[in-house]
């Protein structure tokens, strides 16, 4: 066992994909020319007035909601001070005391809760684009709402912190509020870690990694970050409490500032924004307009669908997959044979994160759903099934498109018999294992069935039979 | 003096074109604006295409509406699309906005003739006016004397006849001083009844825009033309007008007078303002006595949250995006302190730096929070007020005019507005009315304080005054445009 155990809380700023700004009118679209997407709100003009947008409130309410928060029915907007180009009014516009959201817990699958502090809606800073030498600024980027999630330090692993995140990711995905686009910054992630000896109690001196960016770089920062801890204190040194850079080309962190030079904010309430206040009526619709998270879906095609664990869990993570599946899969007798078809065939097709999160498949789920039907319907076998989905992902036509007459033949199930008793014939050493309970010997029964059948035979069916007729 | 009723009587009755009328301001504006210096920028442009329209109008024979036609000035801190707006800095100096304050939108929708941006203290911090990168303003009653802060250019404007009406913002008495000073009426209105949008903030929860006008009826007129929700402000709530609700009865009215009010009040003041009393007992209203012992902390309360607010209101001019800059610096942090140190003037930098020492680390409970919490005291003792009167009679500076030039400590000058700005920090609505003269002819004002949204009984009790007395305190400079 190591002598220190490590102690993490994670601070995770979230971009919500309302269309407009916070405080003004403009689109939040990512991307355009620089500086298109800004007015005196945006860029702090003089005598600009910010006003708060009521959709960003909703959205962060069911973020909230999502992550099991107590939703104050009253909040306060604050200012939080510091001078930077980026923030053009030289103050944040955000929540300081009485936030939107406390109190709030995402389950890991070990079974332990990761406990949320709070969460907060604030708003973006603008974002300097170093150009030959001197530095621009794009106002794009600044007013764009965020909402800031702050757990309490429970995490003891990387790997725990990269499972909350990801998890973070899929409910928030699942509630629609943000596409959580790490490498587009629209989920960046401050880690907060300290050590303390095994046992103890007591917290250690933490340090604070800002702004990383992708899973793999909190990872290594928390990693490279538990090391340098451990041999100052295992030399008998005392770690600094600082903010600290991680480079993600070295995998390294670095002192950014000290505590002696950590920043006053200055928060005071913001006199120009009214409280925010959450009437019943309001909080009802919202809770009601929460969607079945990932978690509960899982639980549900596991237990109610008969669909693999692995399976689900596959379909779970995006959104647009599930929603797929459960149309490819609706009516039909086997759910778990759509879970099959998109797992193994179309996953194999679409491999990147974000083509799987923005699911535009050649196939339409009704394509599917039809094509399943007519194998339930004995109408085709499962080998042809599968060759023709593969020439329907690789055309995006449907299936009647390749069907020829021979894979339409079908199979007449009067015909499973005499193949069973031919099978049974053929195979006396099979039916004598099974006979003295070699219960996998059937199977050697089946595949013969199925060659004879050209394929075509239901599987399930002739091995019943088989059983059968062994039996007596 | 010249009132609004009285340009629309001209206008109406076809004496005068409105583009003759304005060109008359104009060029008495370009004649003594070098001796009242009311002014910080001329709009001619804009009065005469104004002017054009109202008359096209007339022509017409089309209804005009209250303001359309007349000639007015507007602080330099509210923002007029294409036309600079320095709030008296230098840090603005060339700041032209790309967009138009809420109240300038409404006013040039209604063909108001705009002479020109008035003189202020630089960023409104200021109770004389002196405090201005251009210069300070001129009291028409007395040009050795001063026209009062904030909104001093506004009120030098008006008495000195270089505008009918004048609209200012009072953070703690900008309006009502420089109307006391001048002679003229300055109502604050009700926090919230109108727009602060695009008016260039000071202390954003104590600012408020309002009218500075030669008489009673026009300030209601000029309130109900500016009141309005504007979905811009999400602190603007709009009001009912009131110009339609004046009597100028005050029988049965119950006026408070709070005694910690009077104290200290030179003799001329106080002489003013108990002939004042007397004569609304005379009208018929009666006069309850009552303590205001939270006027003690009204000062310091004031200074604190205003200066905390105008120190994070006025952390964005930086000189990176508008604005003044300097031209000789070494890196980034450089610039920005370089810029700040050289566009700010002392008033500026001193409220700035008070006010982030009061909101940093280890100092905000003693002062910010205490501040608020005073706040709340002061409002629930102004509700207690109320519950025994319908309006509170004050003096509104207690002082005259200051001289021109008079040394000063900065103490003593915040000093002047502790009559006025207990009505911001609690977010009423007050007016300023003459009342009287001290022994050198400068004009007394007397404040009347109501209740939240209760400008229709402080300008009603300020009419019945300024009826009984025939707007003798009203008095004309002699300088300007005279009709
Ligand atoms: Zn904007």
Redesign the interface.
């Given at each position: 066992m190591k002598t220190y155990e490590m102690v993490i809380g994670l601070e995770t700023h979230v971009e919500l994909s309302t269309k407009t700004k916070i405080f003004c009118a403009c689109t939040t679209e990512f991307g355009g020319a620089p500086n298109t997407h800004c007015c005196?709100v945006c860029?702090?003009?003089?005598?600009?007035?910010?006003?708060?947008n009521q959709s960003v409130v909703e959205y962060a309410v069911m973020a909230g909601l999502a992550l099991n928060c107590k939703i104050n029915r009253r909040s306060i907007m604050a200012?939080k001070?510091y001078?930077y180009?980026d923030l053009?009014?030289?103050?944040q516009i955000s929540q300081y005391e009485q936030p939107l959201c406390e109190g709030g817990w995402v389950m890991l699958d070990s079974g332990k809760k990761i406990n949320i502090t709070r969460i907060h809606i604030e708003e973006d800073a603008a974002k300097l684009v170093h150009q030959g030498g001197a530095v621009c600024?794009d106002y794009n980027r600044g007013g764009v709402p965020l909402i800031e999630i702050v757990t309490e330090p429970d995490f003891r692993s990387a790997a725990e912190a990269t499972e909350y995140l990801e998890k973070l990711q899929q409910i928030l995905r699942a509630v629609g509020v943000s596409d959580c686009r790490m490498q587009e910054g629209s989920l960046r992630c401050d880690v907060n870690i300290s050590l303390r000896r095994q046992g103890e109690a007591e917290l250690g001196v933490r340090s604070e990694i800002k702004n990383l960016n992708s899973f793999v770089s909190v990872a290594t920062a928390i990693e490279y970050e538990y090391e340098r801890q451990e041999e100052i204190l295992s030399a008998g040194g005392i770690v600094e409490q600082e903010t600290r850079h991680f480079d993600a080309d070295t995998g390294t962190t670095s002192s950014l500032r000290d505590k002696e030079n950590a920043d006053?904010y200055?928060y005071?309430p913001e006199?120009?924004?009214?409280p925010v206040v959450i009437p019943d009526s309001v909080l009802e619709r919202l809770k009601s307009a929460i969607p079945e998270l990932p978690d509960a879906k899982r639980a549900r095609y596991v237990e109610e669908l008969g669909v693999p664990e692995a399976d689900a869990r596959m379909l779970t993570k995006y959104r647009k997959v599930a929603e797929y599946f459960e149309e490819a899969a609706a009516g039909v007798k086997t759910p778990k044979t759509a879970a099959t078809f998109i797992v193994t065939q179309m996953f194999a097709l679409i491999q990147t994160e974000a083509e799987r999160e923005n699911w535009s498949p050649p196939v339409t789920a009704a394509q599917l759903n039809e094509l399943i039907k007519l194998l339930e319907s004995d109408k085709i076998s499962r080998n042809v099934a599968k060759r023709v989905f593969g020439q329907m992902l690789e055309s995006g036509k449907p299936a009647t498109a390749f069907l020829t007459e021979a894979d339409l033949v079908g199979f007449n199930p009067a015909s499973l018999e005499p193949l069973c008793r031919t099978a049974i014939a053929e195979n006396p050493k099979s039916v004598e294992d099974y006979k003295s309970g070699k219960e996998k010997a059937i199977k050697a029964l089946v595949g013969a069935v199925m060659r004879a059948s050209q394929g075509r035979a239901n599987a399930l069916e002739a091995e019943e039979l088989l059983k059968k007729l062994i039996n007596g | 003096m010249t009132t609004i009723a009285d340009i629309k009587r001209l206008l109406t009755e076809k004496k005068a074109s409105c583009r003759e009328l304005t060109q008359r301001y104009l060029d008495a504006a370009a004649q003594t604006n070098p001796v009242l210096n009311a002014y910080i920028t001329l709009t001619a442009e804009a009065a005469l295409d104004a002017a054009d329209a109202v008359d096209k109008k007339l022509q017409s024979g089309a209804q005009l509406s209250p303001l359309e036609g007349i000639p007015f000035v507007l602080k330099d801190?509210?923002?007029t699309k294409g036309i600079r707006?320095t709030?008296a800095s230098r840090m603005?100096e060339n700041?032209v906005?790309?967009?138009d304050?809420d109240v300038w939108e409404s006013l040039k929708g209604q063909n108001a003739v705009m002479i020109g941006k008035g003189n202020m203290d630089e960023f409104a911090m200021g109770s004389t006016c002196e405090n201005s990168y251009f210069g300070g303003s001129r009291n028409p009653h007395n040009t050795e004397h001063v026209a009062g802060g904030s909104s001093g250019g506004v009120a030098s404007a008006v008495a000195g006849g270089l505008a009918v009406y004048g609209i200012g913002s009072d953070t703690g008495g900008s309006i009502r001083m420089p109307a006391s000073f001048c002679g003229l009426v300055g109502l604050k209105p009700t926090y919230g009844a109108v727009s602060?949008?695009?008016?260039?903030?000071y202390g954003?929860?104590l600012d408020q825009i309002g009218p500075i006008t030669t008489c009673v009826e026009d300030a209601a007129l000029v309130f109900d033309a500016i009141c309005r929700k504007d979905?811009?402000?999400?602190?603007s709530r709009g009001a009912e007008p009131v110009s339609g609700k004046l009597t100028g009865n005050v029988k049965g009215l119950k006026i408070g007078i709070a005694k910690e009010f009077f104290e200290g009040l030179p003799d001329s003041i106080g002489k003013a303002l108990d002939n004042a009393v007397s004569l609304y007992k005379k009208l018929g209203a009666e006069v309850v006595s009552l303590d205001f012992p939270m006027l003690k902390y009204v000062l310091p309360t004031y200074y604190i949250l205003a200066c905390?607010?105008a120190?994070?209101n006025l952390?964005?001019?930086?000189g990176?995006?508008?604005g003044y800059r300097t031209d000789d610096f070494n890196d980034?942090n450089d610039f920005?302190c370089r810029t700040r140190s050289e566009g700010f003037g002392p008033e500026v930098r001193r409220r700035i730096l008070l006010g982030?020492y009061v909101?940093?680390?280890g100092y905000?409970d003693a002062y910010?929070n205490k501040a608020q919490l005073l706040r709340r005291s002061i409002v629930v003792e102004f509700a207690k007020v109320f519950t025994g009167c319908d309006v509170l009679l004050t003096p509104t500076v207690p002082v005259t005019a200051l001289r021109f030039g008079a040394d000063m400590t900065p103490v003593e000058m915040y000093q002047t507005d502790i009559l006025t700005c207990s009505a911001n920090i609690a977010g009423l609505p007050a007016v300023s009315v003459p009342c009287g003269f001290d022994e050198k002819g400068l004009p007394i004002g007397l404040q009347l304080i109501g209740g939240k949204f209760r400008e229709d009984i402080i300008l009603n009790t300020a009419l019945a005054f300024e009826r009984e007395t025939s707007g003798a305190f009203c008095k004309d400079s002699g300088m300007g445009v005279t009709l």
């Open positions: 005196p860029t702090g003009q003089p005598g600009s007035l910010p006003v708060l200012r001070h001078v180009p053009p009014k030289a103050y600024i006053d200055r005071f006199p120009d924004i009214i | 801190n509210i923002s707006t709030c603005l700041y906005p790309i967009f304050a602060r949008r695009g008016l260039i903030a954003s929860s979905p811009g402000d999400m602190t905390a607010e120190s994070s952390g964005r001019y930086d990176l995006r508008y980034l920005i982030t909101l940093s680390a905000y910010y």
